[in-house]
């Protein structure tokens, strides 16, 4: 019994100190509009125009692409229609996942494991 009452306190120790992180994370201060704008102008600016999602070889390579799909339309001649099966592929692929958000899902034997 006593190792059971121990068990228990630990657990409640842990559930008290994850609880308290919780409202530490809440009660966190957040910067206010002076404060980032502020940071901007401290030379942080320089260092977020640097960080850039896209390195130069993707934004030039992503220009092309777009030159591509805007000037070969006009450039090449018109194509004839697809077979009329490769047009049901799409038709198929929705009818498939239709089915599929509409399946029920069996619950029951989700296991969640909160500790």
Not at 20 to 43: C, H, W, Y
């Amino acid at each position: 019994m006593g190792m059971h009452m121990e068990s228990s306190e630990a657990k409640l120790r842990q559930h008290h100190q994850y609880f308290s992180n919780i409202m530490d994370l809440k009660t966190a201060a957040v910067p206010t509009k002076n404060e980032i704008s502020r940071s901007f102008t401290q030379g942080h600016s320089k260092k977020m125009l640097s960080m850039s999602y896209f390195s130069l070889e993707s934004i030039i390579l992503l220009l092309c692409l777009t030159a591509s799909l805007l000037l070969l339309p006009l450039i090449l001649p018109p194509l004839p229609p697809p077979p009329f099966m490769l047009l049901l592929v799409p038709i198929f692929l929705l009818v498939v996942l239709m089915i599929l958000a509409f399946m029920p899902s069996n619950v029951r034997n989700v296991t969640y494991s909160y500790l």
